[in-house]
């Protein structure tokens, strides 16, 4: 009988109420997304703290990354040379056209993959989605880039004295091309911020030209200024090491200067790098880097092609620099500078290598002994110190003169130096003994620098009153003496051939003589000469007075004059009119130029003729200079009609290397000139390989079943071993596949090559001698023993150096360098094998002895106790450790390349070396590291899905 509501409880009935009570659910901070991040990112103060600044930092992080990414970084050097990165030197192996052989085992590779996942696995669906995305990114991104408008190239800068370079380039059917010419006739062109691609050779300095116009008064009020208060500073001069060029620095200058020394002009005013006067200067062994020092400590390492600073040193000296020199080999360089101080840097990564100090007098000179160990310090004080680099202590005090050095330097053999006082006396040491050997006296006055010639024969000396003498080293005397009428020789050089002397003083002149007559040959002026000097009107250009008529022609390959509109594809630019373009089509494919003719007559002659202007073409692509794409372009277009690499000829091609891409790079701009060439490259074999992988693992889920699919597949994995050797390598005198050196391979071909030998023939290995350490048997436990300790016990390294060096000490035959790659493999495989070993036993430990006991009781032998009990066990227990060493064993294949065996990491420090990529170390660096990234990813998802199945579970 039911109650009111009145008596519920009450009589001890509860009846439930008519509606249900309203549905209660948790708080929404406490489930979902909102209640993990509480629980697991916010849960406390700290915490929170910690959360937040790491998304701070990381957020910035990813930002630099992708700012860099996007606006700087030239990936060329990445799609330029994907062949090599992935293939070596098969493509230029002595058979051309053999890259079809890697085509055919990646694709035989790919198949077999594809149906082994059929059979035996799976592929998720998130697997089929992400190829299928990656799959649309390769194939539109190069039809999106091609929608894109490429930048404006700025083909030629137009000089007054200088003959205009005509421009060749590549152009298809029905191209839209745009031709301008534009004067540089306004001081205002000068900030103009040009976006594009500029000619990278000194030609294109017209707006660090143009500024220095416009500042040109202040440069003046500073060399009054400095002339005012004594602090004149020397003009720097030295001749390059291939003899082609030298270097001067302005003494009231922050950045130094490259003169041609055939034509007697400048080819390059370097970027601004310095905030005070340069003081010293140094050219690396190799001709491509110069260092610098300044009267504010800094040390700045410059590329000599692209003119601007290719690495800073910083946080070292403290007060002024007197003195840099780089090492024998390039690798560091050594700064010297107030209270004795010397620095040496690696350069490398611009970090301080060591720290020297006598603090007895200013260190005013420094130099490198050839072998490196050495290195020379003239100080304040007159004395000469020997340093010891590598104990970073002084070994000999050189004390003889009476005034402070102001000049030292090695003799190429490096037993013997000469320094330089301002006493006017020149010494000669023995660095064996530190005895001095002989005491030159002839000048008059201090002495401010001296240089040895090549054989060391010859010494030349330069002094404050102008004079230069030349020594014979032997005897001490006097060869010539000549210069008088000069002021004082701050620097000296000899060429290359000892023929030339070059000699920079202090009234701002480079002077360069011959060293066998004394006769002045080339005098280089204009830096900061009076309005009106003729030789180059650097900081005088004025842009006002420009005077030059322009006529621009657009031909065909055979030189006739294209029609546009039924008027011949040509205009002329008198002075006084603005820009002038012409826009057409193109006829046809193939090569084309742009002709341009500068009317001196106009002016009289060159001489007379004053100003600057661009020629600007839009509408073209630059194009690769890789020796595969030159083959394919004139297979396409035919030989071009001027040889671009002939400096007799006045052509600049549209070559990628001769531009450099000026202005901030849109996001746009990287996906036409970034992506868009990437993906180009390597969208067909993306598709190739898809289809391949999709195709196999559809076979192999429709015939998984059948028996005879499953053998002929496991059959095909054991043969596809030799024939994918058989296929790279090739037959003696054979048409069809040719032999291929071992030495031609390379890229990430070679490094999957060891990688997997390495796997297949270390596990094994490994396996036995893991067994064979535990056997009962002393003598084969012992030799397991010894042989896993001691491969265990060196690096790596060292197992590569005895396969490359000391095996064929032992077997000359194996010393070819046919072989070389087969030693490596060797060496790979033994330094892993007894690293796993270690690993598989660590397994068979965890192996219950009554299990083996209990086999025993079943009759079976030690061999199948130990093929069907125990090792299941033990390597389903290991399965992680041993993935792991088979990843390290992937990236450890990198260190061949220390051996010059041009794997992955080898082909890319080649690549790097090139004048043309040595700039784009970082984005080569960074590519290469994605790839071992994903190989090692994959190799680790493959180890984690193995230990989720049957197969790789410890089961209970």
């Excluded at 083996?852 to 199948?864: K, Q, R, T, V, W």
Aim: glycine content about 10%; some cysteine.
């Amino acid at each position: 009988m039911a109650d009111n509501g009145d008596n519920n409880g009450r009589n001890g009935i509860y009846v439930a109420p008519d509606a249900a009570p309203p549905d209660r659910h948790p708080p929404l901070t406490t489930v979902g997304p909102i209640g993990w991040l509480r629980a697991n990112l916010f849960s406390g103060l700290y915490n929170t703290l910690a959360t937040i600044i790491m998304t701070l930092l990381v957020g910035w992080f990813v930002w630099e990354m992708l700012d860099w990414s996007v606006v700087h970084a030239q990936w060329g050097v990445v799609f330029n040379n994907l062949r090599q990165l992935f293939s070596g030197y098969y493509a230029t192996s002595p058979s051309e056209g053999e890259l079809w052989r890697i085509e055919l085992v990646a694709g035989i590779l790919v198949l077999l993959t594809g149906l082994g996942l059929g059979i035996w696995a799976g592929v998720a669906r998130s697997a089929f989605i992400a190829v299928l995305v990656i799959l649309a990114i390769v194939l539109g991104i190069p039809i999106i880039g091609a929608r894109i408008p490429e930048p404006s190239v700025y083909t030629s800068l137009v000089e007054p004295i200088k003959t205009p370079k005509d421009f060749l380039f590549v152009g298809y059917e029905d191209q839209e091309v745009t031709i301008t010419l534009d004067p540089l006739d306004n001081p205002a062109d000068a900030e103009t911020p040009y976006v594009g691609f500029l000619e990278k050779q000194s030609r294109a300095e017209w707006s660090t030209r143009s500024r220095a116009a416009t500042k040109y008064q202040e440069r003046v009020a500073l060399e009054t200024q400095l002339a005012e208060s004594g602090e004149l500073l020397p003009t720097l001069a030295a001749f390059s090491p291939n003899g082609r060029n030298a270097v001067m620095t302005g003494f009231a200058d922050h950045a130094p200067l490259l003169w041609d020394v055939n034509d007697e002009t400048a080819i390059r005013r370097f970027q601004a790098g310095h905030t005070a006067p340069i003081t010293s200067l140094a050219y690396s062994a190799s001709g491509d880097l110069v260092v610098t020092g300044s009267l504010d400590g800094s040390v700045i390492v410059w590329s000599v092609e692209f003119g601007r600073v290719e690495l800073r040193l910083e946080g070292g000296h403290t007060g002024p620099v007197y003195s840099t020199v780089f090492s024998p080999d390039d690798t560091q360089v050594l700064s010297a500078g107030e209270d004795g101080e010397l620095i040496l840097w690696d350069v490398a990564d611009g970090q301080i290598s060591g720290q020297y100090q006598d603090e007895s007098s200013d260190a005013y000179r420094v130099v490198f002994h050839p072998d490196g160990t050495l290195a020379l310090s003239g100080h304040a004080d007159g004395s000469v110190l020997v340093w010891d680099l590598d104990a970073g202590e002084v070994i000999e005090y050189l004390d003889e003169h009476n005034e402070e050095i102001n000049g030292l330097a090695f003799n190429r053999q490096g037993d013997k130096a000469l320094s330089a006082s301002a006493d006017g006396t020149l010494i000669l040491w023995d660095i064996a003994t530190g005895d001095d050997i002989q005491l030159f006296a002839g000048h008059t006055d201090a002495v401010l620098d001296v240089a040895f010639n090549r054989d060391g024969s010859r010494a030349v000396s330069g002094s404050a009153d102008g004079t230069l003498i030349v020594w014979n080293v032997a005897t001490g005397s006097i060869v010539r003496q000549f210069g008088e009428d000069k002021g004082a020789i701050e620097s000296v050089g000899y060429s290359r051939n000892g023929q030339q002397i070059i000699t920079g003083s202090a009234d701002r002149t480079l002077t360069l003589w011959n060293a066998n007559n004394g006769n002045l040959l080339v005098e280089y002026e204009g830096v900061w000469d009076d309005v009106g000097n003729e030789t180059l009107r650097f900081y005088e250009l004025d842009l006002a007075e420009y005077n030059l008529e322009l006529t621009v022609r657009l031909q065909d390959a055979e030189g006739n004059v294209l029609d546009a509109d039924g008027k011949p594809a040509e205009f002329t630019l008198s002075p006084g009119e603005d820009a002038r373009a012409i826009t057409l089509q193109l006829p046809d494919d193939g090569w084309y130029m742009v002709d341009i003719e500068r009317n001196d007559a106009i002016n009289g002659n060159r001489r007379n003729n004053r100003g600057y202007g661009w020629l600007i073409v839009d509408g073209i692509e630059l194009y690769s200079v890789q020796e595969s794409a030159t083959r394919q372009r004139e297979e396409e277009f035919g030989v071009p009609p001027a040889d671009c690499n002939d400096t007799q000829v006045m052509v600049q091609c549209a070559q990628e290397r001769d531009f450099r891409f000026e202005g901030t790079r849109t996001f746009e701009e990287f996906v036409s000139l970034q992506l868009s060439p990437f993906f180009a490259r390597m969208d067909g074999t993306l598709l190739v390989g898809a289809l391949l992988f999709f195709g196999g693992w559809a076979l192999g889920k429709l015939g998984g079943q059948q028996r005879l699919l499953r053998r002929t597949v496991l059959t095909s994995w054991i043969v596809a071993f030799p024939v994918v050797f058989i296929i790279l390598y090739g037959f003696n005198d054979s048409s069809v596949l040719p032999r291929v050196p071992t030495s031609f391979w390379g890229g990430f071909l070679l490094t999957m090559l060891l990688t997997f030998v390495g796997i297949t023939a270390s596990f094994p290995l490994g396996v036995g001698l893991a067994l064979g350490r535990r056997s009962h048997l002393p003598v084969i436990k012992w030799i397991c023993t010894f042989f896993i300790e001691v491969v265990r016990g060196v690096p790596l390294i060292t197992i590569l150096f005895m396969a490359k060096h000391i095996v064929p000490f032992f077997w000359s035959a194996l010393a070819s360098s046919d072989l070389m790659i087969p030693r490596m493999m060797v060496g790979l495989t033994l330094f892993s094998a007894a690293y796993l070993a270690e690993n598989v036993r660590g397994g068979l430990q965890i192996v219950p002895k009554g299990q083996i006991e209990a086999a025993h009781a079943l009759g079976m032998n030690p061999l199948y106790t130990t093929t069907f009990i125990v090792l299941p066990q033990a390597l389903r227990a290991v399965i992680p450790a041993i993935m792991g060493q088979f990843i390290s064993l992937f990236k450890d294949t990198s260190l061949v390349a220390a051996l010059f065996v041009f794997d992955l990491v080898g082909i890319v420090q080649n690549i790097v070396t090139t004048e043309i990529y040595r700039p784009y170390k970082r984005e080569a660096y960074i590519f290469i590291a994605i790839i071992y990234f994903i190989v090692s990813y994959v190799m680790s998802d493959a180890s984690r899905r193995l230990e989720a199945t049957g197969s790789g579970s410890v089961r209970n």
